[in-house]
T-cell receptor, first 114, second 118 residues
């Protein structure tokens, strides 16, 4: 079965420092991986996805993610954190078939201090 | 990017009443929409897959007679919570993915509906 794990409930980082939010996956077949961000009482906003190709995927708001097949990881990164990046981040994997629902990790709260 | 709207954004109702939540894809067509439920500080749990012109597919443990889903057109799906109870209070989020070639995997989410049942 498809699944993703986010080992950290919360990540704290100072503004201007690099940030990493971790995600590992377990899939049958090729992985289709996603990162979304959720601000309080809002829906999810798409950040980036990995389908195939380069292992380093660039997304919205300066975020990027590195796909690592040997470590089955898809960590979200940003070189310099902003206070406005503080939010809840979800890693997700697509279901077995195209067009099926996403399966989400439990989420990681990112807190960026000024 | 693709935009999905939900209405209402917030609703408070009395126990025993029914509430309808609309999910619309504003600038794309979606043959499939998804309904999720999110409890405070928790992940999204898939409730059902809404298929245009056919019956919805419900996840295990979700009562189809309680959570009625209708996908009447390629841009609208509705979720009706029937005979609502306080335990139905939650944040309900819908999503859809465009029928466009090359973007069939990215899902776009609505802003969510906060349901409070008194």
């Amino acid at each position: 079965a498809q699944s993703v794990a986010q080992p950290e409930d919360q990540v704290n980082v100072a503004e201007g420092n690099p940030l990493t939010v971790k995600c590992t996956y377990s899939v049958s077949g090729n992985p289709y991986l996603f990162w979304y961000v959720q601000y309080p009482n809002r829906g999810l906003q798409f950040l980036l996805k990995y389908i195939t190709g380069d292992n380093l995927v660039k997304g919205s708001y300066g975020f990027e993610a590195e796909f690592n097949k040997s470590q089955t990881s898809f960590h979200l990164k940003k070189p310099s954190a902003l206070v406005s990046d503080s939010a809840l981040y979800f890693c997700a994997v697509r279901g077995l078939r195209a067009g099926t629902a996403l399966i989400f990790g439990k989420g990681t709260t990112l807190s960026v201090s000024s | 990017g693709a935009v999905v709207s939900q209405h209402p954004s917030r609703v408070i109702c009395k126990s025993g009443t029914s509430v309808k939540i609309e999910c619309r894809s504003l600038d794309f067509q979606a043959t499939t929409m998804f309904w999720y439920r999110q409890f405070p500080k928790q992940s999204l749990m898939l409730m059902a897959t809404s298929n245009e012109g056919s019956k919805a597919t419900y996840e295990q443990g979700v009562e189809k007679d309680k959570f009625l889903i209708n996908h009447a057109s390629l841009t609208l799906s509705t979720l009706t919570v029937t005979s609502a109870h306080p335990e139905d209070s939650s944040f309900y989020i819908c999503s859809a993915h465009p029928r466009l070639a090359g973007d069939s995997d990215t899902q776009y989410f609505g802003p969510g509906t906060r349901l409070t049942v008194l």
